[in-house]
Structures are given as C-alpha cells and as structure tokens.
C-alpha cells in the first residue's frame, strides 16, 4: 500500500544520504522508494516491478535478525540472489514494528561505514516516517489481520489459536495475564445503529483505535478489534495508571478516526491467569465487565470483572431473561416519571445513606424519605428490609443489564 507522504519522506531520506532508499511493510510488500537509482541491484530491480521481497531473499534478510533488531542491521551481498549489500534500519514507534527502511551500497561500496554514519542525522526524518507508517500500513497489513484473527480466535476458544497464540514472542513467558474489553458508551440506539450499518469500516476503527492506544504501553501485549468493540492482552502488572492512560488514549482515537465528540469510554478487565487456556474465559469476563460499566455508570469507566457485583450472576444468564418480580413491575407503573426507582437504587447502592443519596441527587432529605414512604405504599412492604430489599436491588439491576451491548 504505497502512501504519497511516505514516497516523500523516503525521497528527502535518500537525498540526505546519497543513497537508494525503499521501504517495506512487515509482510514484505513495497511502500514507498527514492528515484534515486544508481546502486540498483538486480534484487531492487525486481522487487520495485514485482512489489514484493520474493522469499529466497527474504530468507537471506531474515537469517541477519532484522526481524527482532532495533538497530540498524547491515546485510551483507549475496552474490548468488545478485543482491548488493545494504543497510536495514527497523522502523520502530515507541518500541512497536511498523516497517524496514533499506539502505543499498553504491556498487562500488564494500564497507556500509558512511551509511552508519549519516544514519543518526537523519533520525527525524525517519521517526516521522515511522509515524506515517503506523498510521496508514500497519493495520492493513496483512501481517497484522492475520494475527489479530487468530488472537480473537483463540478469545472465542479456538483450541489450535490459543496454542499459537502461547507461542508468540510478545506472550510467552510474560504470565500472569489479564484480557481487557474496550468501547465507547452510546446513548443513542439511532446512532448505534448507524455506526454499525458499515461493518468493516466499524472494525478497522477498532483495530486502529486500540493499535495507537497501546503503542508504547508496557503491559499492553497485544490488541485486535471486533465491530463493537476492542480487546487487549495485558501482562497483568500491580496498578491501572496505564491502563487508564490507554482508555484516554482510545477515547481520543476513535472520536478523532469517526468523526463525532468524545463519548464516555470504558475499559473492563479480567481476573488476572496464569495459563493461557484460560483466555476465552477470562475474554468472556472482561466483556462482562464492559457491559457491566455500559449500563450502569456508578461502576465507572475502569472496572475489574471482581468488582461488577451482581452482573457477574447476570452474565451466567447467558441472554436469558430475569425472572420477574412482581414489586418492582408494580413500582415501574406507579413511577411514570422516574421519581422513585432512582432514588431507591441509589440508596441500596450507597448502603442506605440517605444524606448520600439526598446530595447527589440534589434533593432535601425530607423528600428523600417522601419518596420511600411512596414505595411503601405502592407495594406494601417496607423496600429496606431483607428479602425485599434484595428483590428490588436485583431487579433494578437485571433491568439494566437487559440493555446491555451485545459483544
């Protein structure tokens, strides 16, 4: 996927180092060259009409360590591939892969010294190459989708990509691990529903979003993106200082990559594991937690599956519906505008502290007590004892988990 500003910062790098330049993704296709052309090589001259790095050349680059380097790497002539030697210098945002920069020797050139030199002063040009890279070929990569559909696999319980996913370099031996669920809260089923009309434009905003939210994070491991929502694998490290940075971050993405205000965002997180078959478990905790914070805002917007309380039995429910409770129907009629329930869940919410509820609220405790007096008339119980109690507050909470997004 060739971009016209990476053709342009490839032209100004060439020129700075009097030298071919040409950039690749991580799957080997060509992004961008210099016009420069008086070191081609028979490899360049094929790569540049076929678009490709064929694979016995791939090899040869490979078997230098670029692939994990993060300095430059000089790659000796291979006289066999007709292949002069070149420079590869890893493309690198805040620690994340995004491409390789090549540098090829004049034909006469056998040392890469003045390469090497000229490298550090052209260092700005080649981080903001870097940024351009991240933010237009790296997610298209096919690398990159091919990884993130084995990863949301193995979260959906695919034996075989759990198996995989245990051996890439970035999770293996990096345990005790946590799953995170990642989404805007939209108030608007209009909206929701329009978002939604464009399914692959939804997931490629995921995908996007949560790439640069976790870029330079370090307990994010990895991330993909679903139509609805994203999901990270994080090394499970004492603190949520990052994690909170990464919903900022996310938040401040998708507004600016959909085109609307910043809405409320919300990170859940799983219980913390050890062993990776526990993925798709711990996957469906940390969606539990997210939906858990989408319908009931008091959890807030970082929430630990531990702490969603009653929403864990909910979630057991697997879609089916609560049963009824006959006093919380009764008190749904009787309050048409929304003065009574409120102020109960509230208060069973802020273990019976009327001043609590009074104040947050904006109310005089003495209407606070009106309205409980109210529920006692309405169902003929008194709504802060026992078993009513309970019934009430789990009914209040099953209702809103009824209108939960479905991850």
Same mark, same amino acid.
């Given at each position: 996927? @060739?971009?016209?500003?990476?053709? /342009?910062?490839?032209?100004?790098?060439?020129?700075?180092?009097?030298?071919?330049?040409?950039?690749?993704?991580?799957?080997?296709?060509?992004?961008?060259?210099?016009?420069? @052309?008086?070191?081609?090589?028979?490899?360049?001259?094929?790569?540049?009409?076929?678009?490709?790095?064929?694979?016995?050349?791939?090899?040869?680059?490979?078997?230098?360590?670029?692939?994990?380097?993060?300095?430059?790497?000089?790659?000796?002539?291979?006289?066999?591939?007709?292949?002069?030697? /070149?420079?590869?210098?890893?493309?690198?945002?805040?620690?994340?892969?995004?491409?390789?920069?090549?540098?090829?020797?004049?034909?006469?050139?056998?040392?890469?010294?003045?390469?090497?030199?000229?490298?550090?002063?052209?260092?700005?040009?080649?981080?903001?190459?870097?940024?351009?890279?991240?933010?237009?070929?790296?997610?298209?990569?096919?690398?990159?989708?091919?990884?993130?559909?084995?990863?949301?696999?193995?979260?959906?319980?695919?034996?075989?990509?759990?198996?995989?996913?245990?051996?890439?370099?970035?999770?293996?031996?990096?345990?005790?691990?946590?799953?995170?669920?990642?989404? $805007?809260?939209?108030? =608007?089923?209009?909206?929701?529903?329009? $978002?939604?009309?464009?399914?692959?434009?939804?997931?490629?905003? +995921?995908?996007?979003?949560?790439?640069?939210?976790?870029?330079?994070?370090?307990?994010?491991?990895?991330?993909?993106?679903?139509?609805?929502?994203?999901?990270?694998?994080?090394?499970?490290?004492?603190?949520?200082?990052?994690?909170?940075?990464?919903?900022?971050?996310?938040?401040?993405?998708?507004?600016?990559?959909?085109?609307?205000?910043?809405?409320? *965002?919300?990170?859940?997180?799983?219980?913390?594991?050890? *062993?990776? /078959?526990?993925?798709?478990?711990?996957?469906? @905790?940390?969606?539990?937690?997210?939906?858990?914070?989408?319908?009931?805002?008091?959890?807030?917007?970082?929430? =630990?599956?531990?702490?969603?309380?009653?929403? @864990?039995?909910?979630?057991?429910?697997?879609?089916?519906?609560?049963?009824?409770?006959?006093?919380?129907?009764?008190? +749904?009629?009787?309050?048409?505008?929304?003065?009574?329930?409120?102020?109960?869940?509230?208060?069973?919410?802020?273990?019976?502290?009327?001043?609590?509820?009074?104040?947050?609220?904006?109310?005089?405790?003495?209407?606070?007590?009106?309205?409980?007096?109210?529920?006692?008339?309405?169902?003929?119980?008194?709504?802060?004892?026992?078993?009513?109690?309970?019934?009430?507050?789990?009914?209040?909470?099953?209702?809103?988990?009824?209108?939960?997004?479905?991850?």
């Amino acid at each position: 996927m @060739q971009s016209p500003d990476a053709e /342009r910062a490839v032209e100004e790098i060439a020129q700075a180092l009097g030298h071919g330049v040409s950039v690749e993704d991580l799957d080997g296709d060509l992004i961008a060259y210099s016009s420069h @052309q008086a070191s081609a090589d028979q490899v360049r001259v094929n790569f540049l009409l076929s678009k490709k790095v064929p694979a016995d050349v791939s090899a040869w680059q490979l078997s230098h360590g670029i692939a994990t380097a993060v300095r430059p790497v000089v790659v000796p002539a291979n006289a066999s591939l007709g292949m002069h030697g /070149r420079v590869c210098v890893p493309l690198l945002v805040r620690g994340f892969r995004v491409g390789y920069l090549w540098v090829l020797h004049e034909q006469d050139e056998e040392a890469p010294d003045a390469i090497l030199a000229a490298l550090p002063g052209v260092r700005p040009l080649l981080d903001r190459l870097a940024e351009q890279l991240l933010d237009t070929n790296t997610p298209e990569s096919d690398a990159r989708r091919r990884r993130e559909a084995e990863f949301l696999a193995a979260c959906e319980g695919d034996a075989a990509a759990v198996e995989s996913v245990a051996g890439w370099p970035e999770v293996q031996g990096r345990s005790p691990w946590t799953v995170g669920s990642m989404m $805007e809260r939209i108030e =608007d089923p209009d909206t929701a529903l329009a $978002e939604q009309a464009h399914p692959e434009a939804a997931v490629l905003l +995921q995908r996007i979003s949560a790439l640069q939210a976790t870029v330079g994070i370090r307990p994010a491991l990895f991330s993909a993106g679903s139509q609805q929502h994203a999901v990270i694998l994080f090394r499970d490290l004492p603190g949520r200082a990052e994690h909170a940075e990464v919903l900022k971050r996310y938040g401040a993405e998708i507004s600016l990559r959909g085109g609307h205000p910043e809405r409320p *965002d919300m990170l859940g997180l799983s219980e913390s594991f050890t *062993d990776l /078959r526990r993925l798709p478990e711990a996957y469906e @905790q940390s969606k539990t937690a997210v939906q858990a914070a989408a319908v009931d805002p008091r959890i807030g917007p970082l929430v =630990d599956y531990r702490d969603t309380g009653v929403y @864990q039995f909910l979630a057991t429910g697997k879609g089916s519906l609560p049963g009824r409770s006959v006093h919380f129907a009764d008190l +749904q009629e009787q309050d048409r505008n929304a003065e009574l329930l409120p102020v109960l869940e509230l208060l069973y919410d802020t273990d019976g502290s009327v001043a609590d509820v009074a104040a947050q609220l904006h109310l005089h405790r003495s209407s606070v007590y009106n309205r409980l007096a109210r529920v006692r008339s309405i169902i003929g119980a008194d709504p802060l004892k026992g078993r009513v109690r309970l019934e009430l507050h789990l009914a209040m909470k099953a209702a809103r988990w009824a209108g939960r997004p479905r991850l």
